[in-house]
């Protein structure tokens, strides 16, 4: 079971919305930075959002995240076949001094 | 550019050992620290730890505790993981990755390595 709680799956048509929740607690979410992930079978993760809100300059804005108190959203705009893909959210529990993530949130593009 | 190259997978018989290597080049080795992250079939990424590019501090999954160990060797900027103990549940692709910590938190993975297959099976 994860520390931090993901939808195991979402969907949405191409050229929509979509938005991927993560909730964690006090100790993890709620004070600490949060990341998020796009994972494809066989591949290693990518990074898609760092220190909660900010994109590496390889991604496009069309990917965008928020957090407000123990909770974290990751944002999808304009839909894509190629979006179809596992997404985790990832963050540190002061708690535990360990790095913590959620089980993975499943997304399809119908 | 920053990379990140492990070593090939492994086959272990339950109870064995398996080390893990993970080379670092394109970036300041002593400014980050190296994360190990796994991946069973069929489930989640898991954090394993974390361990300075200094060697000098660590933090250890505590369910992992016990089994597991992470050491850095400076001089060729490589991160080693072993595993002791192996059981089936082990059974996972292992990932290195880039992962900045300041003194009391880290801000998990930035730059991945490509994994390393690690089995058990009797």
Redesign the interface.
Known sequence: Q?VLTQPPSVSAAPGQKVTISCSGSSSSIGS??V?W?K?LPG?????LI??TYKR?SDIPDRFSASKSGSSATLGITGLQTGDEADY?C???D?R?????????TKLTVL | QVQLVQSGGEVKKPGASVKVSCEASGYNFGTFGIAWVRQAPGQGLEWMGWISGDNDNTYYAQRLQGRLTMTTDTSTRTAYMELRSLTSDDTAVYYCGREFCDKDRCYLVDHWGQGTLVSVSS
């Open positions: 994860s600490n930075h990341v992930y994972k591949t290693a993760p990518k990074l760092y220190e590496p985790y990832g963050t540190w002061s535990l001094s360990a790095g913590v993530f959620g089980g993975g």
